[in-house]
Each structure stands twice: as C-alpha cells, then as structure tokens.
C-alpha cells in the first residue's frame, strides 16, 4: 500500500467518523445524567438540514453550524420537557422524537433538494501540515473532525473534572440520594439533554456541511442509532468513544476498498461487518471486565424522576 | 302501484346520470397517475420521470389530470396505493422494479384501467412495460471515460446486482476498452439506490484506489460533488447534475421518459391504447445526454458525439462480438449482437477482462 | 407555577379520558399544521379522507385490518419484554429473518400441495424470530452485554442476509435475475377470510394472541414475574424470580411473534420474498405498544390507529398531492400528545399560586 492511498484511507475514515463522534459524545453526558434518548437519529437529521439552509443562506461556515446547533437543541428540548416535566417514558419519547425529527426534516427541506453549497473545507495547519507523512494525516483535517476531538476531551473533562460534572454523574447514578442533598435533577438533566441535541445537530450538518454539500431527506440514514450504540459500546468512558468511531467508520470504509480491491467475499457479507464487529468487540470487552462490576453504567438510565417533596 | 313509479323514476335518473357520463367521457381529461419509489427530490431516478410527467402534462395541457405519490416502498403498501390510484384513474404507471406483481394483480382486478410498469417483464392485456436501453448511455460515456483517465482506473458506484446495472457495466467497460485497451473498472457496491453518505464514501474509496473518472448506477448526486471537490471527472446519473459539478460533470445520462409518457396517456385520450413492450434507448429519444463539457478535448468530443449518432440511428450496438464472459467462455461471435431475451434481460454475468468478481 | 401532584390511586377516568385528550390535541395540531401549508383545499375535507375515509371506505377498511395486523402482533411480543425492561429494539431483525425461514420452506415446497405446509411455514418463522432474538438473550444473560444494541445492529444483518437469498439460494428462477422469490403457490398463501380484499386469516391470530397475552399477563406466573422484574428488579429476586429466565422468556417470545409476523406478511399480502419484506413494522409496533401503554387488549386499537395513520396518509398523498413526511410528523406528534397526557393518570396538575 503506497503512501498516499493509506493518507487517503485515514481521512476517509476521519470523515465517516466524525459524524458518529459528535452525536455520541453528546448522547454520553446524556446517558451519564441517567437520561436515555434514543432520538438522536431525527436530532441528527434537523441539524444536517439547517446547517445546509443557512450555509446556502449566508455561505457562513460560523452561522452553519451554530444553526445546526441550536437546530438539535431546539428539538431535543421537545425530549427535556416531555421526560422531564411530564415524566413520559423515555424509550417512547425517544423513538417519536426520531420519527417526528424525519418528518419534519423531509417536510421543511423540500425546497433545498435542488440546491448546492460550499462545503467547509479542510485547513491545512501553517508548518506543521508540511511535515512529510505526519503533516498530511494530523494536520490537514476538517475544522470540525478537530472540533469533534475537542469536544471528547471536554465532557471527559467537564464529567471527571469539574464540580457540576461530578454532580450530573450523581444524579445519573441515585437521583433519589442526588435531589436529597439538594441538586436539582430536572435542571441537569435538561441541560443535558440540550448539550446531547446540540451535539448531534453538529454531527447531522457534518454530513452536509463537509461530506457531501447536499441536503436530501433520510440523508442520515442510520446514523443517529450507531451513535447509540457506540455510547455502550464505550463504556459510557469518553474516550473510547473515539476507539468505538474509529472502528465503526473505519470498517464501514474499509470495505468499500476490499471490494475496489477485489477481496473476495460477497459485498452483503462485507456490508454486515460494522454491525457484527461491533457487537463482538462489545462481547469481548465485557469477558475482560467479567469479573469486575460495571461501575461506568448509570444506575439511573432510563428511570423516571419526580419529587415528591 | 306507486313502488313501480318510483323505481322507474329512479331507473329514469339513474339512466340519465349514466347517460350525462358517458356524454362528456369525451371531453372529460385523461387521468393519469404515477407511482415513485424516491422523493422527487433526489434528482436521479424519481426525479427524471417526474421531469417526464411535467413534460407530458405541458404537452396535453388540459388534456390530462395528472396524480404523482412519492416514496412509496416496494412491499405490499405498493398494492394498495396502486389499487387506490386504479379506482381514480385511466392509466397507472409504475416506476420501479419493484412495483410490478403487485401492478399485475391489481390490473386484474381493474381490467378497465391502463397500467403502465417501467423496467419489469410481465405483459398482461392491460399491463404494458417500458424501460430504457441506458447501456447505449453507458456505452457513450464508456467511449469519453477510457479517453479521459489517465490513471487507467474507471471506478464504478453501483447499487444492486440486477441486470440492468450489470449491463451498464459491461457496456461502459467494452466501450473504455475500445478505446483504451489498458483500462480497468473497479466496481463498489453500496447496497442502496439512495444515501448520500455511503455514495461519497465509496466515490473517496475509488478516488484513493487510483481512480479519476467516475460512473454510478446510485441516486443521489453525492459522487459528482466528491468528484468535483477532488478535481477528477464523473457523470451524471438520470438527469443533468452539472449543477453540482460543473467542472467534474463530462455530461450525463438523461432518462428522458417526456415523450413515451405525453404518446401512452394521449392513446389512453384516443382510444387506442394498446399493451406493448417498449425497450427503447437513444434512437428513440428515451436516452439522451446532457451538455458536453468544454473541458474535453474536442476529439473526444466528436468521438463521443459520433457515437451518439451512430446509436441513434441503429448503426452499432455496444455489445457486439465477440465477446466472451468473464470466466472466459464465449457469449457474442463475431459481428453478433445479443437479443433482449434473454441475454440483455436477464444478464448476470461480467465480460471478459473486468477484473472485478462478480457479486454473488 | 404548575405543580404535579402524585395521584393515591391511578385516576381510573384519566385512563379512558387522556387518550381521548391525546388524539384531539393532535388533530388540532394538524388543523393547525394543514391551514398553514393548504392554501385553497378545503381543511375539512383533508381530515375526512386522512381520518374517516380509511374507516369508511370499502376497500380502505380491510386494508386497515391489514396493516394493523403485523403491528398487532409484534406490538405484543414486544410490550411483554417492556414491561419487563427487555428492550428488543429490534424486532423488525427477527421480522426478517422469521419471513426468510417461513418463505424458504415454502419454496422448499414449491407446488406442493397440502395442509401441512402453512403450519410449517408458521413454525419456521417462529423458530427463526425466536432464535435470532436468543442472540441478543445469551449475550444479555452470558456476558451483560446490552439488547438494545444487539438487537439493532442484528436488524442491519437480517437485511442484508434476505438481500444475499435473494441474490443467491431463494432467487426465483424464472425471473430475469432480480432478487425477488418466485411468488408462493396457492397452498403457501395465507387463507383469505374476506372475500376480495387481502384481509388474510393472521388479522384472526393477532386478536386471538392479543386476548392470550391479556390473560397470561392477568393470570399466569410469568406475567408476574416480568411485571414485577420491570417495575422493581430488586423484589423481584427477593421473590425468587430469576432475571435470567425473563430475559430470555421476553425475547424467545418477543422474538417469535416478530417471526410469524413476517411470515404473516410474506405468505399474505407479499405473496413472495422481495428486498421489500422489511418495511419498518418492528419499530413501528415499539410506538404501537406504548400507545398503548403496553396493555394487550389497547395494541389492539393503538395498531389500528398507527394502521389508519399510514392508510389515511397514502390517502392524502394522493389525492391533496401532500408529501410522505406529513404521515411521519404526525405519527410522532401522535405518540408525544399519548405520552404526555398520561401523565393525567397518575399526577394531579395544580396551579400553584403561592411561590414556593
């Protein structure tokens, strides 16, 4: 394999998993307050679409984004206020927020099928991207695959780090014994759940702002449940969820070049790799931690929170 | 007894009803309804054949009343929105593959109603099928393809193995190899017609292994925008998508089903519809090109142009022997051509010389 | 300030009455929805063809019955692992691959005749959706390893494994190479219980499971034990339930009844095996039993309801010219309101004037 074309397969594989990183780190600190939400496919969605309206709109890169931002956050907020002010189960709301977010993102979008952007390129980083080899592979990415970096290190950092971190894992843990001591469960969790939707609306736009510079309905096509999957996958440990990506994006590439290179295994059988890898590194995983209690799983995921006092 | 009179009243009634129907059958407009299997919006597939309704329903103006329902899954909800469209209409058409047993039980049950099934083979009385030769398309762009790369390497997005994809790819294969006898076509197959994500994933994958120019048999213009952000050369798929890769586009194959649809619903208006089985391509107008782009050097212009010519008038066929399959047995002698059925119908087989194996 | 107050007892009118709540809150936001994006079609006559028409209509009811029929059957596999807090997510795996085992012994017994075949068709199916949801069991139960995840990604595999038989052994042979199955012979079809429609006899099975279930969670053991499993895990080994038994229990049978509603589809109003088998009934019938709370006896009306949703929503497409992505907005606002209301049940709202 020559140089280039593995410096090739590594941006490929950073640019299919870009996307599942931003929606799965967000979804993380979700789960960690003890929250599951499984609509981030239709939060995903939305943000792919405003992001491409207001980058065609204005052709601002900045404004694409913060739109593709509040795009999720606005709908997740549909998710905060059902499952935290109205108590509904959250599996349920989950699925509906997905339905309704393919919905209306197909409804609302139907004007801007015909239309194309300008996608946000890749910078290269003045020096150091000159820097044969490793110049090309680290410092010539997208803006976002870095963002996407960043944003790992800061919920690891905000979670393991910070007081309020420290105070969203109790609560995902024993929100009855959190809210005793006087932290207000509804309000970090709605939090939340709105850093969980800003998060996928930027991995939604990644696929229209940097992938492919069209928007089309069901553009997501699937996504939004990898995410999911990569958040358990992970542990609910941050930085694997950059592992989890990695694989998952890079065996999704990786067989598309087996078949350019006409590795001879039928293309159906190749195309069932990511979904099986993933769930046999999640059984191996689990052998190595048999004997140890999961302590990472937030013991209140999913369940219902109301005061009674 | 006044039961009598009355039933005879309304016998009275019901007649002049029946017979104030029929006397307007004549200038009552044709009502025609189409069935998609995409969005319109996905400017491939559903989007050509809805071009070709906006075209007929010009072209007959009041003429026609014309129904169109998007995204409908090839599965047994086909049936009914076939049969609930076959209760309000003249004729039917069904634009996918998928559609066409349940078009056939439901042109039984309305033997009244026209149904018209694009790419299928089922013939009934009522039931017509109609599909395109878009390997003659396949054969242009082939002929432009192996004259354009410079890396020797055609890389191919394909979606399904059903024939008439594989006979797209030998097609563009024989043609590039004709005029480029060191070319090689790899061949990815992504197992959708429609996901943009996929598509430009694997149109990078093909771009990484050594290819620069691009052909798909997949929906959505997500290649053409990886082909144009790369520098390389593609084609557009099923309508123009010079849109989204004005320097990348070379041109394009254009379904162009206006005309088949504006003649089919104004014999429905006539009276002299009859079933038949349509399989036409560039001679009949169905396949057409979109612009050439100015960045081709002018001889290959005029080669691809030549071809186009020579296929609209029936002069050469892309696939002429001798050919042999894959694995090395003949299939075409020499000067022989394949007839529809079944070589072209049911072809499951890659030429010789493609390096690709055939998906199994 | 809104308060919520807990109820002592759940309020047995809210039960009834916040369903009721759910759907007008919908149609008023589809009203709403509709005067906003219709500018000269009369809004009234929208709502008659997306809501009445499919009840009304001739043909349109059977056709309701139909598609309610899978949504029915899976919804109730489905609701039993709920209440256990087994979360098979993906049933429409287990949908596929009992349609692919009931479909190949049918092409197996390709023009044979015989009143065997249909029950053998079933068992496979059921054997299949059973055994493919027993993946998601052993890993749950042998290595912790979560269901949601295992069941969704072995959906992906379920349906690139039907593209593969179509490709491959289930091809029919006759058909010009496309992936499609031959169609099934006439012994291979589901019977027909209205004459001229394709209301077929698995509209019959699903309200007979549906009483089943309603009277095995009411009566029998294990309906207790994944009761008490979901709502209080903790009790439940006090009282000596094993967890083990109704993870597996909750998928074997989750798993079984998705397989037999994908045979019910392929052998009745598919006729064959096509790319098209999976058509989202699996996560469909997730909305379907939350709808109805999980309750047997309301899967019943809710699928109905989803079922009515689809065919009004075709309905409206064709003749308002309305896109597809209406039926999707509305089926989630549907599921919003029913959740939100219920919260009726069990929660007093008070306005609270005082600060607190």
């Known amino acids: ?309 | 007894m006044s039961k009598g009179r009355f039933s005879s009243i309304l016998k009275l009634s019901v007649l002049s009803t029946v017979l104030a129907f029929t006397s307007n059958v004549s200038a009552d407009p044709v009502k025609a309804a189409f069935v998609y299997i995409g969005p319109t919006g996905d400017h491939g597939w559903t989007y050509a054949h809805d071009e070709g309704v906006k075209y007929a329903k010009e072209k007959l103006g009041d003429d026609v009343i014309m129904t169109t329902i998007e995204n409908v899954a090839e599965n047994s909800d086909s049936e009914r929105v076939i049969t609930s469209l076959a209760r309000k209409n003249d004729i039917v058409f069904t634009t996918s593959f998928g559609y066409m047993n349940p078009t056939v039980k439901v042109a039984k049950r309305y033997p009244d109603v026209k149904f018209e099934h694009a790419t299928g083979y089922m013939l009934e009385d009522n039931v017509s099928v109609y599909s395109a030769r878009f390997y003659e398309g396949r054969h242009v762009i082939g002929k432009i393809a192996g004259r354009m790369t410079e890396s020797n390497v055609i890389g191919y997005i394909a979606s399904f193995p059903i024939p008439e994809v594989i006979r797209g790819i030998n097609s563009a294969f024989l043609a590039a190899k004709s005029v480029n006898p060191d070319v090689q076509i790899k061949v990815v197959w992504v197992y959708s017609w429609y996901d943009p994500g996929k598509e430009a994933d694997a149109a990078n994958a093909l771009i990484a292994q050594g290819a620069d120019v691009l052909m798909q048999h997949t929906d959505s213009t997500a290649a053409m925008t990886v082909a144009e952000e790369k520098g390389i050369y593609a084609f557009g798929q099923a309508s123009n998508m010079r849109e989204w890769g004005p320097n990348a586009q070379l041109t394009g194959i254009i379904n162009d089903w206006g005309p088949y649809y504006a003649d089919r619903i104004a014999a429905v208006r006539d009276g002299t519809w009859s079933s038949s089985d349509t399989f036409a391509g560039v001679q009949q107008g169905m396949v057409k090109f979109a612009p050439m782009n100015n960045n081709m050097p002018t001889e290959v212009k005029n080669e691809a142009m030549k071809a186009i010519i020579d296929l609209s008038m029936g002069a050469i066929h892309p696939f002429t022997g001798p050919i042999n399959k894959q694995d090395g047995s003949p299939w075409l002698a020499e000067g022989e051509t394949p007839p529809n059925f079944p070589d072209l119908l049911t072809m499951d087989f890659y030429v010789e010389g493609i390096d690709s194996q055939y998906p199994n | 300030m809104i308060k919520l107050i807990p109820r002592v007892e759940n309020s047995k009118a809210m039960i009834l009455l916040s369903p009721l709540l759910a759907l007008t809150l919908t149609a008023l936001s589809a009203l709403i929805i509709f005067i906003f994006i219709l500018d000269d079609i009369k809004v009234s006559s929208v709502f008659f063809t997306l809501f009445v028409l499919p009840l009304t209509d001739s043909y349109l009811f059977p056709e309701l019955l139909v598609k309610a029929a899978p949504l029915m059957i899976i919804g109730l596999g489905l609701s039993i692992g709920f209440r256990a807090g087994i979360w098979n997510i993906g049933a429409e795996g287990q949908y596929v691959i009992g349609g692919i085992a009931g479909g190949a012994v049918g092409l197996y017994f390709y023009n044979v005749e015989g009143f065997w075949l249909l029950p053998l068709m079933a068992l496979a199916a059921i054997i299949g959706g059973m055994l493919y949801a027993s993946i998601a069991a052993f890993l749950k139960i042998r290595y912790q390893v979560n269901e949601i995840l295992v069941t969704l990604m072995l959906t992906y595999v379920a349906v690139l494994f039907l593209s593969a038989m179509l490709q491959g052994p289930l091809r029919n042979p006759a058909g010009f190479n496309f992936p499609e199955s031959r169609i099934f012979h006439d012994s291979a079809m589901l019977p027909i219980i209205w004459g001229g429609t394709r209301l077929h006899v698995g509209f019959i099975i699903a309200i007979i499971i549906s009483f089943v279930a309603w009277f095995g969670i009411k009566k029998h053991m294990f309906g207790m034990q994944i009761k008490i499993s979901g709502s209080a895990p903790r009790a439940a080994k006090f009282a000596g339930f094993n967890d083990n038994k109704t993870v597996l229990y909750s998928l074997l049978i989750s798993g079984g009844l998705a397989g037999l509603a994908g045979f019910f589809e392929a052998s009745g109003p598919a006729g064959q095996l096509t790319p098209g088998l999976p058509q989202f009934y699996g996560f469909t019938a997730i909305i379907v039993a939350f709808l109805a709370r999980l309750h047997p006896i309301g899967i019943l009306f809710s699928s109905l309801l989803i079922a009515l949703s689809y065919v009004g929503g075709e309905e409206v497409q064709i003749e308002y010219n309305l896109p597809s992505s209406i039926t999707q907005i509305f089926q989630g606002m549907l599921l919003f309101y029913f959740l939100a209301c219920d919260i009726l049940i069990k929660y007093k709202v008070v306005l609270n004037k005082t600060k607190n």
């Open chain 1, 1 to 309: 394999m020559n140089e280039s074309l593995f410096i090739n397969i590594i941006i490929g594989i950073s640019i299919a998993s870009t996307p599942l990183i931003f929606a799965a780190i967000g979804e993380l600190l979700v789960e960690r307050s003890g929250v599951l939400n499984l609509g981030v496919e239709g939060m995903m969605i939305v943000g792919a679409l405003l992001g491409f309206i207001v980058q065609f709109h204005t052709g601002n890169p900045f404004l694409a984004v913060v739109a593709a931002l509040l795009g999720g956050m606005a709908i997740s907020s549909i998710f905060a206020f059902l499952t935290q002010f109205l108590l509904t189960n959250q599996v349920a709301t989950g699925l509906a927020l997905t339905l309704f977010g393919l919905g209306f993102s197909a409804f609302a979008g139907r004007g801007y099928t015909e239309e194309t952007i300008v996608l946000i390129k890749a910078v290269d980083i003045p020096v150091l991207s000159d820097i044969p080899f490793i110049g090309p592979l680290l410092f010539s990415m997208n803006p976002l695959v870095y963002l996407a970096f960043l944003m790992v290190y800061l919920v690891w950092w905000f979670l393991f780090r910070t007081k309020q971190g420290l105070i969203l894992r109790s609560i995902g843990d024993n929100h009855d014994a959190a809210h005793a001591i006087g932290h207000n469960v509804v309000r970090y969790r709605f939090m939340a759940i709105l850093f969980g939707g800003a998060m996928a609306g930027v991995g939604g736009a990644f696929l229209s702002l940097v992938q492919v510079p069209i928007w089309g309905e069901d553009m997501t096509a699937g996504r939004g449940w990898i995410a999911l999957g990569l958040v358990v996958f992970a542990s609910w440990q941050p930085f694997r969820i950059i592992l989890g990506a990695i694989l998952f994006g890079g065996i999704t590439v990786l067989q598309l070049h087996a078949q350019g290179f006409d590795i001879r295994i039928s293309a159906q059988y190749l195309s069932m790799l990511p979904y099986l890898a993933t769930i046999i590194i999640l059984v191996s995983l689990r052998i190595r931690l048999k004997n140890k209690t999961n302590r990472t799983v937030p013991n209140c995921l999913g369940r219902i929170f109301h005061s009674t006092s």
